[in-house]
């Protein structure tokens, strides 16, 4: 590290502590004290990354510290109830995973004890598409040559999603209704896994989200076949999209922040207004190309309209179909 | 190769990376040593430390950490009973029962040498080899898998009790209540009793240190001893292992590390599976297997050198493939993005620079944690001679600590005392606690592959038999099964007759 960059460590470290200390002497103005951000996943992970990096300019842009606070396990439904469950007094706030956070509590009313409504609407920054994938070395080089085969042994290609009633798992079901076939669905725990047996020839193709495999796409250890998205990903350029080849199959996991509903609405205003200003920033948007997060910014009641949007189609899919079986 | 090594060991070798490698090494030991403070969760709170840095620098600091921390987990495993992670559960086996006969020092200069050898022998693979270890690894499908925890369980039963039947018993009882959780096939909630903290089956860590640590400190305060070692044992203070300990121990050091960087390689296999197989094996190989258990410092070594071999081996598959191994190198790899690092062949070519100073810095963090840990054995051993009024209600308060800094979640701390009530009745019972926590590992894993390999194989078991890789692992399982049957009917043949 250079010798300028070790001073401007020091420097930042040093006003972080002196707005600490002055953040104290301000009452009244919002935020004036740490604020608490959950997270309802693991460290480490694509939703704790966003969280982490979101943090670091909510700080530079509202002069006091974002400390993330990991809750995970149970699909996200720990971190979402402490959200949902949070003081109202606009220091937590949090992240909110679609489709999860609308999924749980319709699929799983009794156990999860918050709803959807529960949430005061921030932002949201990322949504991921879906994409269908196989092998490097696969036969399938089209969708078409997949479909072909398909039709010619029906139930027999295997593909893999992150477990039922997930975004994986529906995209595959609207793909096989309008193409027609049948696939043998296999549900895996995450993607690693997953990417780890398509890579070595013992499924067939792979249900899962842009970002996560882009990289491998681009390298050429996997090829992507289409997305699950109305406009093609930067990302995979090349790769055409489902409504381009004239199915109807969109499917997107997002991530965004939110706050328990009963928070003041001045202190919601701070925190939109702030977050409206960094996805305008460029070296915000520089960090989450570089992770290969796809920017999607709905803020405030936009978003809440599309949260709630998203509630009555999974509950009008539950309703129709559902897919746990009791 | 050569001349990207050139340039990073150039980089390596400088006053700023060498106090960050310190640093990695020093908190890394802390993190491995506290109950319930992993090696993952170390890693993931380093990486916002690493954003300000350069990331050369930033990975120095997570290889050091992730090495030192699963050393870590065995200074305590080896003097307390106590083991920080599951990684060193095998290390309480001969480490303990060690320290009670007053060689606590020789235990830990075993453990860290062992340590030591693992992860330089496992690093080199990763050097030199790694391409070929990673299409090895794309070998294991589903069935693969489940065999392979098939192969855990059997194994554990077998190694963790002095009988048979009551390791079976744990087991079992283990994979019982492995069953909790939600089911991620069809989504259906089981036994959760409309907790969701249970959604997700029982967290293995709070059991851990349930069983292990808490359970002890029960111990410690219910006895009468004011020492957990007996007045009357005299301490040896030497730490660096005799000629006579190494030319022991040094045949399971390398089949052991054999064994650590092959199981890192396997993407959800672990550092427990690894110190558990490589253990059972040293046994296997020993001409007394009766003296494991008691204080061998085979024992010791075996664990600690399997389980230090498997951070080399689970970076195989993730820096080669960007599949991580287990959750530290999903985290990992999380880090390696952050700073635009693409894991992947590009990694190696394109990054050569970056990735051949992790590497290098992984050898010196082995070192490092080498040199500290002979240097300040000599004051860890101290904790031993602390009165037990003072030692139960610390291991107590770090153990509520640690099981609720998991998951920030109080249930978890609920969980914990449980635990600890049933880890020291079935002490006292004669049951070893250790299958429960290998059953939680192993169990879901084990019926998540089986219904995936049926779902795959549209319900025919047929295939398990007729993959090569499969075939071979039944083989395994068969002959760990049969073996210490055979010795048990050969053992009461020869009482009864004689």
């Keep these: ?326 | 190769m050569f001349d990207h090594l050139a340039i990073a060991l150039g980089y390596v070798l400088t006053p700023h990376s060498f106090l960050v490698l310190f640093l990695g090494t020093a908190a890394g030991l802390v993190i491995g040593a506290l109950p319930g403070l992993s090696s993952t969760m170390g890693v993931a709170l380093a990486i916002p430390l690493t954003f300000g840095m350069d990331p050369k620098t930033g990975l120095i600091l997570l290889g050091a950490i992730y090495c030192s921390s699963v050393y870590g987990g065995s200074i305590t495993a080896i003097l307390l009973r106590t083991p920080g992670t599951d990684a060193s559960i095998a290390t309480t086996f001969d480490g303990f029962p060690m320290t009670q006969q007053g060689l606590g020092g020789k235990a830990i200069g075993i453990s860290t040498t062992a340590s030591f050898i693992g992860g330089i022998i496992s690093t080199v693979a990763l050097l030199l080899i790694a391409p070929l270890l990673a299409k090895i690894a794309l070998k294991f499908g589903p069935p693969e898998y489940f065999l392979v925890a098939i192969f855990g369980l059997s194994i554990i039963i077998s190694v963790s009790s002095n009988s048979y039947l009551n390791g079976l018993i744990s087991g079992v009882f283990g994979l019982l209540i492995a069953t909790v959780g939600m089911d991620s096939f069809t989504g259906y909630p089981r036994f959760i009793f409309n907790s969701d903290s249970l959604l997700d089956g029982i967290p293995i860590l709070p059991a851990l240190i349930g069983l292990f640590s808490l359970s002890q400190a029960i111990k410690i305060a219910i006895s009468q001893e004011s020492s957990i070692v007996k007045k009357d044992v005299s301490f040896s203070d030497r730490v660096l292992p005799t000629l006579a300990d190494m030319s022991r121990t040094w045949v399971t050091m390398i089949r052991s590390s054999v064994i650590g960087t092959i199981v890192g390689i396997m993407p959800g296999a672990g550092t427990s599976i690894a110190s558990f197989i490589s253990y059972n094996e040293a046994r296997r190989a020993s001409k007394e297997p009766e003296s494991f258990g008691k204080g061998n410092p085979e024992g010791v070594a075996a664990s600690e050198a399997a389980n230090n071999a498997v951070t080399g081996g689970s970076l195989v598959p993730a820096l080669t493939l960007g599949i991580p191994g287990n959750a530290v190198t999903a985290v990992f790899i999380g880090g390696l993005t952050i700073h635009g690092l693409i894991p992947g062949p590009n990694l190696f070519i394109k990054y050569a620079d970056i990735t051949y100073t992790l590497i290098l810095s992984l050898f010196l963090a082995n070192i490092m944690f080498f040199v500290i840990g002979i240097a300040f054995a000599k004051y860890f051993v101290k904790v031993i001679k602390t009165p037990t009024r003072i030692l139960a209600p610390v291991i107590c308060v770090l153990s509520v600590i640690g099981s609720f800094a998991i998951r920030n979640n109080l249930f978890d701390v609920g969980l914990l005392f449980g635990f600890g009530i049933l880890g020291y009745l079935m002490e006292r019972y004669d049951f070893s606690p250790a299958p429960i926590v290998l059953a939680l590992i192993l169990g879901p894993m084990a019926e998540a592959e089986l219904r995936r390999s049926l779902i795959l194989f549209h319900g025919s078991f047929v295939p398990f038999f007729q993959r090569p890789l499969s075939l071979a692992i039944i083989v395994l399982i068969v002959l760990s099964v049969l073996f210490p049957l055979y010795k048990e009917i050969k053992k009461s043949r020869i009482r009864k007759s004689g």
């Design chain 1, 1 to 326: 590290m250079s010798r300028t960059r070790k001073f401007c460590m020091i420097t930042m470290m040093a006003l972080v502590c002196l707005a600490l200390a002055l953040g104290t002497s301000f009452a009244g103005e919002y935020p004036s004290k740490a604020v608490t951000m959950v997270v309802a996943y693991a460290p480490g992970g694509s939703t704790d990354t966003l969280a982490r990096i979101t943090a670091k300019y909510l700080e530079a842009e509202l002069g006091q510290p974002f400390v993330v606070v990991n809750k995970d396990g149970s699909g996200g439904d720990i971190g979402f109830t402490a959200l949902a469950k949070a003081k109202t007094d606009g220091y937590t706030i949090g992240l909110i995973n679609v489709s999860p956070v609308v999924v749980n509590p319709i699929t799983r009313p009794k156990v999860v004890r918050y709803r959807i409504t529960d949430f005061a609407p921030i932002a949201n920054v990322v949504t991921d598409p879906g994409i269908i994938c196989v092998g490097a070395d696969s036969p399938y080089k089209t969708l078409q040559d997949l479909i072909d085969d398909a039709k010619k042994n029906p139930g027999k290609i295997s593909i893999s999603h992150e477990g039922k009633g997930g975004g994986d798992h529906l995209g595959i079901l609207a793909f096989e209704k309008e193409a027609g076939i049948t696939l043998n669905g296999v549900p895996f725990d995450g993607d690693a896994p997953a990417k780890a047996a398509l890579m070595g020839g013992h499924i067939d193709a792979m249900a899962v989200n842009v970002s996560e495999v882009a990289d491998m796409i681009q390298s050429g250890q996997l090829r992507g076949l289409a997305v699950e998205n109305s406009k093609r990903s930067p990302e995979v350029a090349d790769l055409p999209t489902f409504p381009e080849l004239g199915f109807t199959v969109l499917q997107a996991s997002s991530r965004g922040f939110a706050a328990p509903k009963d928070m003041a609405k001045e202190q919601l205003e701070v925190l939109i207004n702030a977050m409206t200003k960094i996805a305008n920033d460029p070296t915000y948007l520089a960090e989450l190309k570089k992770l290969n997060m796809p920017l999607d910014f709905m803020a405030g009641d936009d978003y809440g309209k599309f949260l709630l949007e998203q509630h009555e189609f999974w509950k009008g899919l539950w309703e129709a179909d559902p897919w746990i079986k009791k």
